[in-house]
C-alpha cells in the first residue's frame, strides 16, 4: 500500500509542480502576446477558463472545484487497496491534474472554488489547455491501453 501512495503521490507532485511553474511562465510570458510554434498547429497562448479540461463546461468553476476535491479524496481511497502499477500511475496523474487546476479554483477567484484556471497550450484542433488537462488526459489513455492489454 505504502509503495502505490508514493507512486501516485510522487506523480502527482510532479504534474502539480509543473502544472503550476508553467501556468506562472504563461502568465509572464503570453499574457500580452501569444507565441506562435508552428503556424496553424501550436502556440502558446494565455487564457482564462472557467469552465473544465479544454473548455467545457463554462462558468461552472464552483461545481468542478468541488468534483476535483471529490475525485482526490476517491482516488487517496481506491490506492488503498491493490491495483496494477499503470493504474497507480494513471491515478497519479489524474491526482495532479485535479489538484493543478484546484489550486488555480481556489487561489484565483474572489470567492471559493471560482477562480478561473490558466490554459495555455494551444494545439489545433484541440482547445487550449494546460499541463494538468495533458496529464489527466494521458491517464485515460493509460487506463484505456491498460484495459486492452489486459482483457
Request: hydrophobic content about 60%; proline content about 6%.
Amino acid at each position: 500500500m505504502t509503495r502505490r501512495y508514493l507512486v501516485a503521490g510522487s506523480i502527482a507532485a510532479a504534474v502539480v509542480i509543473a502544472d503550476l511553474a508553467t501556468k506562472r511562465m504563461a502568465a509572464q510570458l503570453f499574457a500580452d502576446e501569444p507565441v506562435t510554434v508552428i503556424p496553424g498547429i501550436l502556440a502558446f497562448t494565455y487564457t482564462e477558463n472557467p469552465g473544465a479540461a479544454f473548455s467545457l463546461f463554462q462558468n461552472a468553476g464552483p461545481v468542478l472545484g468541488a468534483a476535483a476535491i471529490v475525485v482526490s479524496l476517491a482516488i487517496l481511497t481506491v490506492l488503498a487497496w491493490p491495483r496494477p502499477m499503470m493504474e497507480v500511475i494513471a491515478l497519479g496523474l489524474v491526482l495532479g491534474g485535479a489538484l493543478g487546476n484546484l489550486s488555480d479554483r481556489i487561489a484565483r477567484g474572489p470567492g471559493l472554488l471560482d477562480g478561473r484556471v490558466i490554459d495555455w497550450i494551444s494545439l489545433w484542433p484541440i482547445p487550449t489547455f494546460n499541463v494538468a488537462d495533458a496529464a489527466v488526459t494521458s491517464a485515460v489513455a493509460l487506463l484505456l491501453i491498460e484495459a486492452w492489454r489486459t482483457r
